[in-house]
């Protein structure tokens, strides 16, 4: 119902992909997330998150929202499909599946037939950097999710009989999301042409093959290695106080024993990139020739201070929206794209990407559009950005801060993936002020360095028959 | 069903709703909102001096002030010919209105700090509107002119109509989005639900600005508006800005008359396309909204393919078998229809025993009815997720009290619905399931042929129906 009739003209992309265990409608009936941005934003300065670790090393983020009687109880692993071996892609989002199956206390079902019982919302979701849970419960039944998600932290039991459905499961979820749809199986291919060496080449669903492949042993290896406290972070967002979560936590996550200290989540780098790559997918599926062209750029983990900001307020600035350059120039007064834009994608451990995309519309060529977008990019680098332009970006990312805390649960994930990518409570809570201080010149600096068309890959999804020449 | 990957680089969760719009197309996921009790949520009837009402819950706690509002007509009040004719429109509210353009009225609305947007559905016109609380005047001064005199200037009305055009060039070879307008024909036939809200590369180009005008001015009155408000505002603040965005609109919308439409059923239909996956949908008879009977058919498809991971088809398609990664059911209770569908995609080769496996479900539904702990599981359930579901932010509290104004459902109804659900019997349940089950539905798959007989759906029963993704 919230259907927003214009959201084709606004489109802007997720950061990175994430994948759900799960789908039924409970979860389905969820209020959007934030769009990127968001995620590294913040809450004003007046909000009151709070934070301690267990002795065994669980984090643990309290976010106050005593509006109404409900809280999010969200645990997430700072392990992601970035974080797998070499030969077992989709081995992170397969193992968040496998952790709705019973443990030694409690069968299969079990705990999700506890949601149920009281109306909560259940799912979980894998990035490249990190896997969540959640539920979303009246706060007398925060206790219960805290007893059941620290059982499944340890005591999980697979057993063949279980692996074998439910790989299946993974399997029609590729189907359904990627190898049905040529932009993703497109998008695919653009991430592997984009990360030459490091794993945020590799999709976060895994490649076909791998998958079919994934075993009982691998899901084993990988809970024993990463599944523990100290490699969680416990995000409660709602209607509950610091006090009780800290009992209740004690109690319940508290009885799990820490775990082996993992080593420091060291990937693949890139090596300097030096040409233009380009891929194309033709598709008699496809009418109307799409484009995207992306660069390797530092994450707000990666990156020299106030750079990942700036790359930020350029994304916004040059494609943010329908008041952006992309938009004012082609889709308005040059009349020759249907959709333009562009965004950053900053939350993220190592280093990320910028994306810039249009769709022509009327007689105009996708050649025209991606001319035109350059010539945009080009005239942001040459000339800057004015004062005036930088300023709304700017409100406009402090404003969504305040309008972020309306939602708890997009509150506990913009928590839990700045936490879970390397940031701190304060990085969020400063991200305001350090909006503020990015000058027209560091975004100028930002379009110079980053956006080169001599290292970029560019990707074309075109109807059957058409080649990029 | 994604046909355009830039399109579809929307946020996840705007992906979840675009799909779930097409897999359900036939059924609008209509929303049989669970409500939600806040336990201190009060909503006020407030009425403006000149006479607008809205329902208002007050809350400080975060300055915000969100506000949504709907006029029933929507994609069934386009004229015929002139498919498309809402959706065009509430395209361009905030391209240009009274004595600002498109720049002067976007350049204020983005330094005034508050957003604005319109969508069409079939039934409504749907408005949103958000502010932080210090800039309610600008904010409420631009609405105003959104609301009472958009432009339709040229320029905007050129553009947006060919944005419109390309998206419906785009979906033209693309399997998923054709069936879902074969979908929607074959059940609605000549009713206005089996045109496509976006209207057709025909329709939309025969639309003119004097078109636009005469819709505004038939559905934009103050006699089919619903108004819904919460956060920081107290009602006689929020009364002088009702007559303010409001009061000006004529007294009665000039709406057609839409009559009440069943769909079409024991159809047999399929999209032969080489995809690595066969998706199937089936529509069954639905309940209405105002129906005694609605709650016991509500808990009824819960049990059978609902919004837990406890479901029939989801345990017996999914986490038996691994047929599919998304199976449900779902009402759909739109104004002048209803249906009961279900929906799942699965490998090509397992299609027969997927339908079967769904087939003997509603049969053993249709049959026997839950179980008294299934339907005690599903009471608590429905009871308790209202709450989360559709109270869990200002904006979700708005959509939820305007939803409920749309049904005419009155003031104390979140009060009220604990009862209604809890004073269902399994007897009813059960008369429900007969009533629903026992239908020949209309199925369609899309996907390869199915290969000689043996892989043919059995034409009547099957059902299942595939929620993606969330999360993100």
Request: aromatic letters at 8%.
């Amino acid at each position: 119902m919230m259907r927003n009739g214009t959201a084709w003209k606004r489109s802007k992309a997720w950061p990175l992909a994430l994948f759900v265990a799960m789908s039924p409608a409970g979860a389905v009936a969820q209020e959007p997330v934030q769009p990127p941005q968001e995620l590294q934003s913040a809450v004003a300065a007046e909000s009151t998150v709070e934070s301690f670790t267990l002795d065994n090393g669980l984090q643990v983020v309290v976010i106050p929202d005593r509006r109404a009687p409900v809280v999010t109880h969200m645990l997430w692993y700072k392990i992601g499909s970035a974080d797998e071996a070499p030969g077992k892609s989709g081995i992170a989002h397969f193992f968040e599946h496998l952790m709705f199956k019973g443990t030694s206390n409690n069968p299969a079902g079990a705990f999700s037939a506890a949601v149920a019982a009281i109306g909560g919302s259940e799912n979980a979701f894998t990035s490249y950097d990190y896997t969540a849970y959640f539920q979303q419960v009246s706060p007398d039944a925060l206790e219960t999710m805290m007893r059941f998600e620290a059982d499944r932290m340890r005591n999980l039991v697979l057993t063949e009989a279980v692996i074998g459905p439910e790989r299946d499961v993974v399997l029609e979820e590729r189907r359904s999301r990627i190898e049905t749809d040529p932009g993703a199986l497109l998008n695919e291919e653009m991430s592997a042409t984009l990360y030459q060496n490091h794993p945020y080449g590799i999709p976060v669903i895994g490649w076909m093959h791998e998958m079919e492949t994934l075993n009982r042993a691998d899901a084993i290896d990988f809970y024993n290695r990463y599944y523990a406290p100290n490699n969680a972070v416990l995000i409660v967002a709602g209607d509950v106080d610091t006090a009780t979560v800290r009992a209740l936590a004690e109690k319940t996550y508290g009885a799990v024993p820490r775990g082996p200290d993992l080593p420091p989540r060291v990937r693949p780098t890139e090596p300097e990139q030096n040409t233009s790559r380009t891929v194309s997918l033709s598709d008699p599926r496809v009418s109307l020739p799409s484009y995207q062209k992306s660069w390797v750029v530092p994450s707000y983990t990666t990156a020299e201070d106030g750079e990942a900001e700036a790359l930020d307020l350029l994304g916004e600035i040059l494609g943010g929206g329908a008041r952006s350059r992309l938009y004012q120039a082609l889709v308005v007064q040059q009349g020759v794209a249907a959709s333009v834009g562009s965004y950053y994608q900053g939350t993220a451990l190592d280093d990320s990407s910028f994306t810039v995309y249009g769709t022509p519309r009327g007689g105009a060529s996708l050649e025209q559009v991606e001319a035109a977008v350059d010539a945009e990019i080009e005239r942001l680098a040459t000339a800057g950005v004015n004062e005036q332009e930088l300023e709304r970006a700017k409100n406009r990312f402090v404003r969504s801060m305040i309008f972020a805390r309306d939602n708890q649960s997009g509150m506990a994930r913009m928590y839990g993936a700045a936490l879970a990518t390397g940031g701190t409570i304060e990085d969020v809570e400063r991200w305001p002020d350090r909006i503020r201080a990015v000058t027209a010149a560091d975004v100028q600096e930002a379009a110079k360095r980053y956006l080169d068309n001599k290292r970029a890959v560019s990707s074309y999804l075109l109807p059957a028959g058409e080649e990029k020449s | 069903m994604k046909t355009n990957r830039f399109i579809a680089t929307t946020p996840r969760l705007m992906q979840v709703k675009v799909l779930l719009a097409t897999v359900l197309l036939a059924f609008a996921f209509v929303a049989i909102h669970p409500m939600l009790a806040r336990a201190d949520m009060r909503i006020q009837k407030v009425e403006s001096p000149a006479g607008i009402t809205a329902w208002l819950v007050e809350d400080y706690s975060v300055p915000i002030v969100s506000m949504r509002f709907a006029f029933r007509g929507g994609s069934v009040q386009d004229p015929g010919g002139k498919e498309g004719l809402s959706y065009l429109m509430s395209g361009l509210f905030d391209e240009g209105a009274g004595d600002l353009d498109r720049e002067a009225f976007q350049d204020r609305l983005d330094d005034s700090g508050a957003e604005i947007s319109f969508s069409a559905d079939t039934d409504e016109i749907l408005g949103s509107f958000r502010a932080i609380d210090e800039d309610l005047e600008e904010g409420f001064a631009l609405l105003a002119k959104a609301v009472q005199s958009p432009r339709f200037d040229p320029e905007p009305l050129e553009r947006v109509r060919s944005q419109i055009l390309t998206g419906i060039e785009a979906g033209s070879r693309d399997p998923q989005e054709q069936s879902n307008r074969k979908w929607a024909a074959a059940l609605y036939g000549d009713h206005p639900y089996a045109s496509p809200t976006e209207g057709t590369a025909e329709s939309v180009k025969t639309l003119t600005r004097e078109d636009l005008v005469a819709q505004h001015e038939a559905v934009f009155a103050r006699d089919n508006l619903v108004v819904s408000v919460v956060g920081a505002i107290d009602a006689e603040t929020l009364g002088r800005y009702l007559d303010q965005v409001f009061a000006p609109l004529p007294a009665k919308a000039d709406l057609r008359e839409v009559p009440k439409v069943m769909p079409e059923l024991g159809q047999e239909l399929s999209v032969a396309y080489d995809l690595p996956q066969t998706s199937i949908r089936m529509a069954y008879p639905g309940v209405d909204r105002k129906d005694p009977g609605f709650f016991a058919a509500y808990l009824m498809n819960e049990v059978l393919g609902g919004g837990t991971f406890s479901s029939r088809l989801f345990e017996e398609v999914r986490e038996k078998r691994g047929l599919t990664y998304g199976i449900g059911s779902s009402l759909s209770t739109r104004r002048y229809s209803s249906g009961l569908g279900i929906a799942t995609s699965t490998r090509s080769d397992r299609v027969s025993e997927t339908l079967a496996i769904i087939k003997d479900e509603v049969q053993r539904m249709a049959e026997e009815g839950p179980t008294e702990e299934e339907l005690e599981a599903a009471k608590r359930y429905t009871i308790g997720a209202y709450a989360i579901n559709n109270l869990d932010s200002s904006t979700s509290i708005a959509s939820t009290l305007t939803q409920l104004q749309l049904e005419d459902l009155g003031i104390d109804y979140i009060d009220r619905r604990e009862a209604l659900i809890e004073a269902v019997t399994i007897d009813q349940v059960r008369e429900q399931a007969q009533r629903l089950l026992t239908t020949t539905p209309t199925v369609m798959l899309v996907g390869p042929e199915q290969g000689g007989g043996s892989d043919q759906p059995a034409a009547s029963e099957t059902p299942a129906k595939p929620e993606t993704e969330t999360g993100g």
